[in-house]
């Protein structure tokens, strides 16, 4: 039986927002933390850290996200081992994630002037005392309006978790238009709501470029 679009309906979307910013905010997180590494391996004096980061990126950025997390999905239940949807679409959206924050923070890395690795040497500092003390914190400046940006990307890479059975938002709208058989009313609200999220995200990474660009130059 058809239903009517309700305040129950409304709801039931809007709660699920809150599964699209938890699986946002772990595939953020924990991208960050494996992208830095990444960005290290691909900045690293050792040729072989350098060719297996690459060999990560290339993976991951030369296959489709949706690819990623079927594989994911369904290769834990071929092994035998069942797993939760939030869990495959975390794992999913991690590794994808850190394959382009790494990308995108090697090139902040590689953007300091030379003569800031040069000074780091000249004082005696080593490797990676150099990059704790002297690079990395002038990268993160140049850094933080592209990762923003990322950010509003992966936001909306989540939906792609709804073919894997996760609830989130676009799910939510999926099961919604299955009941009331509404679908420019329903997915419109989906809509809205995304771009309720990512608009000022965006406008964030405009403000954060404008302003960290001024002292990078």
């Known amino acids: 039986m058809i239903r009517q679009f309700t305040t129950n309906e409304f709801l039931f979307i809007l709660t699920a927002v809150r599964w699209t910013l938890l699986l946002s905010l772990i595939a953020f997180v924990g991208g960050g933390l494996a992208g830095l590494g990444v960005a290290l391996a691909r900045t690293s004096p050792r040729g072989w850290l350098r060719h297996l980061a690459t060999g990560y990126i290339q993976v991951f950025?030369?296959?489709?996200?949706?690819?990623?997390?079927?594989?994911?999905?369904?290769?834990?239940?071929?092994?035998?081992?069942?797993?939760?949807?939030?869990?495959?679409?975390?794992?999913?959206?991690?590794?994808?994630?850190?394959?382009?924050?790494?990308?995108?923070?090697?090139?902040?890395?590689?953007?300091?002037?030379?003569?800031q690795w040069e000074a780091g040497t000249a004082l005696g500092l080593g490797y990676w005392t150099r990059m704790r003390h002297v690079i990395l914190p002038q990268?993160?400046?140049?850094?933080?309006?592209?990762?923003?940006?990322?950010?509003?990307?992966?936001?909306?890479?989540?939906?792609?978790?709804?073919?894997?059975?996760?609830?989130?938002?676009?799910?939510?709208?999926?099961?919604?238009n299955n009941a009331t058989f509404k679908p420019f009313l329903v997915f419109g609200i989906v809509a809205a709501i995304y771009f309720a999220i990512c608009w000022p995200l965006s406008l964030w990474s405009k403000r954060l470029e404008a302003r960290f660009g001024v002292v990078a130059r």
Request: glycine residues 12%.
């Open 139 to 176: 990268a993160a400046k140049i850094a933080v309006a592209p990762t923003v940006g990322f950010l509003v990307l992966l936001v909306k890479s989540t939906s792609l978790a709804s073919i894997i059975g996760f609830v989130e938002l676009t799910r939510a709208g999926q099961i919604v």
């Open 61 to 115: 950025q030369g296959t489709p996200l949706l690819m990623q997390l079927f594989l994911v999905f369904f290769g834990a239940n071929i092994l035998g081992s069942g797993i939760d949807p939030l869990l495959a679409a975390a794992i999913g959206l991690t590794l994808n994630a850190a394959a382009f924050l790494g990308e995108i923070w090697r090139g902040c890395i590689q953007a300091i002037p030379k003569g």
